[in-house]
C-alpha cells in the first residue's frame, strides 16, 4: 500500500508523509515538531515511526521542525 499525505504546503511551512510498505518517510519538516506530532497523531502515526526525513533544500518553510524533531525520536535526515 502507498500512502501519500500532504500535511501543509505553503510559504508558512512544507511537509510531506510518505509511507510504502513498512517505509515511513516525512518529505521536508516545515512545521514546528510539536505541530507535526499533532497531523501525525491526526494520521494515526507517531513520528517515532519515521525511517527518514528528507529535505528538498534548507529554507525555513522546510527544515522549521527538523532538529526538534529528529532529535527527539532519533531519526536519520
Known amino acids: 500500500m502507498f500512502r501519500f499525505s500532504v500535511l501543509s504546503s505553503s510559504s508558512a511551512g ?7 510498505g513498512t517505509r515511513r518517510i516525512l ?4 512545521l514546528t515538531a ?3 506530532t499533532a497531523l501525525f497523531q491526526s494520521l494515526g502515526r507517531d ?3 519515521l525511517d527518514a526525513v528528507f529535505l528538498t533544500h534548507e529554507h525555513a518553510d522546510h527544515v522549521r521542525g527538523l532538529g526538534p524533531l ?8
Open 14 to 20: 512544507n511537509s510531506i508523509y510518505i509511507e510504502s
Open 27 to 30: 518529505l521536508d519538516a516545515g
Open 34 to 36: 510539536r505541530r507535526l
Open 47 to 49: 513520528p517515532a515511526d
Open 70 to 77: 529528529v532529535r527527539k525520536h532519533g531519526i536519520p535526515v
